[in-house]
């Protein structure tokens, strides 16, 4: 998939862009700041299920992830030069709740001065109808950027069908690039291990 693509479709996706070696780097500077407790992190029935605001805590991790060859596909998505507006990771423990349906620009990122976001997905584990990969609406292209539902209130199913949606398989390697209004949702993890996703959205610098 090209940065048409994502103009189209409001997603595309590129294989293997982050090398075995780096991955595990990844992998390991992230744990140093888990173990270290420095970021925002966040619990539900005591299981950890995201953090926040971690990328700039080490120098290194953010050489690794704001990486010159993911920026030049943000750029060419958001026509001009990217700025970093939020940082989380989501840990999906086997048995993990779903993802209600939904568009990011219900969460009112539109009243930050700007619509032109681009979110970001580097799985650090396989993202598998199984392990909760997210869905993406296929029907985008026929509304661009229509908001379905109201701010912080999931979307209802009576204005979709699920065999709209389409499953993201990604593995480690792999990124993913979708806008703020294509809808998208996630099952319950159905499998036996964690699955891991760094999201890192950006803002053009016109904001």
């Known amino acids: ?5 994502f103009n189209k479709d409001g997603y595309t996706t590129r294989q293997s862009i982050i090398p075995p070696e780096e991955l595990q780097e990844i992998d390991t500077l992230l744990q140093q700041i888990l173990d270290d407790e420095t970021s925002y992190e966040y619990y539900k029935n005591n299981v950890l299920i995201r953090i926040e605001n971690f990328v700039t805590i080490n120098n290194r991790l953010k050489e690794l992830l704001i990486r010159k060859d993911i920026l030049d596909i943000v750029k060419q998505c958001l026509g001009e030069d990217p700025v970093l507006f939020k940082d989380k990771v989501n ?11 939904h568009q990011d620009i219900q969460a009112k990122w539109d009243t930050y001065g700007t619509k032109n976001f681009v979110t970001v997905g580097l799985p650090l584990d396989p993202c598998t109808e199984e392990t909760s990969c997210v869905y993406f609406y296929q029907k985008q292209s ?3 950027q229509k908001m379905y539902g109201d701010y912080f209130e999931p979307l209802s199913w009576q204005k979709f069908n699920k065999k709209d949606f389409k499953p993201l398989i990604m593995y ?9 209004y294509i809808p998208h949702y996630s099952d319950v993890q159905k499998s036996k291990n964690l699955r891991r996703v760094i999201w890192l959205t950006f803002n053009g610098t016109s904001a």
């Open 172 to 180: 480690p390697g792999d990124v993913s690039f979708h806008d703020i």
């Open 1 to 5: 998939m090209s940065s048409s693509d």
């Open 91 to 101: 840990f999906k423990s086997p048995g993990g709740t779903p993802d209600v349906l």
């Open 142 to 144: 026929e509304s661009p």
